[in-house]
């Protein structure tokens, strides 16, 4: 595990930077998966379940998880973004900081139900496993609890944090341009 824990991480990143080509993007994107842990821990450490391969299992599917929809919100802020820069530059205007956060307000906005969706989703087929009993469902509910409390983390995090640091980045970029 200590070892496949951060390969796969290292590859999640390899794969970001090689799909945006930019690093601060990559690095927005790979800030959800710290967030989604926490939930993961949280739910662990309410249920009493101490750390082991299956629960090191269920942490690298909900960081593979997490990095995909901070992948979707963060191509859903762009787009909204260039097309507000566009519009603009038809106009004649230079974008700032107000046209920014509009954008970013749009293609968030955009993103609640899809992310929904995927929670949901998501919860729908895991809670059952948590809920099992019988043969091997010690070892599936020990897969399953990182991804159902990191879902709920990660849902906090693509919704809220991630527009706020896109803002953040973007707005600088306009600041000193």
Do not use: C
Not at 55 to 74: K, P, S
Not at 77 to 83: K, N, S, V
Not at 152 to 160: A, E, N, Y
């Amino acid at each position: 595990m200590k070892i496949v824990v951060p390969a796969t991480l290292l590859i999640i990143f390899l794969l970001l930077y090689l799909n945006f080509r930019r690093l601060t993007e990559s690095l927005i994107v790979m800030l959800s998966v710290p967030f989604s842990l926490v939930g993961g821990i949280w739910l662990l450490w309410l249920l009493g379940y101490n750390l082991s391969v299956a629960v090191g299992v269920g942490f690298i599917a909900l960081a593979g998880v997490a990095a995909e929809t901070g992948v979707v919100m963060l191509i859903y802020l762009d787009q909204a973004w260039q097309e507000t820069r566009r519009k603009l530059a038809e106009e004649g205007r230079e974008p700032g900081v107000t046209e920014l956060y509009a954008a970013i307000i749009e293609g968030a906005v955009e993103r609640v139900r899809p992310k929904m969706m995927t929670v949901v989703a998501i919860m729908a087929g895991l809670l059952p496993i948590m809920w099992s009993t019988g043969t091997g469902s010690e070892v599936m509910r020990r897969i399953a609890a990182p991804m159902v409390g990191g879902m709920v983390s990660s849902t906090i995090l693509t919704l809220l944090v991630i527009p706020a640091i896109y803002a953040w980045v973007k707005g600088r970029n306009i600041k000193h341009s």
